[in-house]
């Protein structure tokens, strides 16, 4: 089992930044990619980045391409997702996930999942 903690979310401008923190903890050698998605009320959740824990290599959605960061830490169980130039489209509740798959974009592709951070941006 991998045990994943979010935190970092909260309430911002339009045009501000927050950075979340995903924690890992437990089997993390079986994680290849770990994941940010975005969950808005009434929608399935959306895939917004991911990195590959071993190469480092990232992904985006299209639209936080230029805005959003991924990174890792030197030990390979906290990933980081900066958030700049924040929208009021980007509000919902951001989840970290964990794959052990390589570089995947899926929801369905990851095993373990975190319980969430709220992230609201007002107008």
């Known amino acids: 089992q991998v045990q994943l903690v979010e935190s970092g979310g909260g309430l911002v401008q339009a045009g501000g930044s927050l950075r979340l923190s995903c924690a890992a903890s437990?089997?993390?050698?079986?994680?290849?990619?770990m994941g940010w998605f975005l969950r808005v009320p009434g929608k399935e959740r959306d895939f917004m980045a991911a990195i590959n824990l071993r190469g480092g290599i990232t992904d985006y959605a299209d639209s936080v391409k230029g805005r959003f960061t991924v990174s890792r830490d030197n030990a390979k169980t906290t990933v980081y997702l900066q958030m700049n130039s924040l929208k009021p489209e980007d509000t919902g509740v951001y989840y970290c996930?964990?794959?052990?798959?390589?570089?995947?974009?899926?929801?369905?592709?990851?095993?373990?999942w975190g319980q969430g951070t709220q992230v609201t941006v007002s107008s």
């Open positions: 437990g089997r993390t050698f079986s994680v290849d990619t």
């Open positions: 996930a964990a794959s052990p798959f390589s570089s995947t974009i899926k929801g369905s592709e990851y095993v373990y």
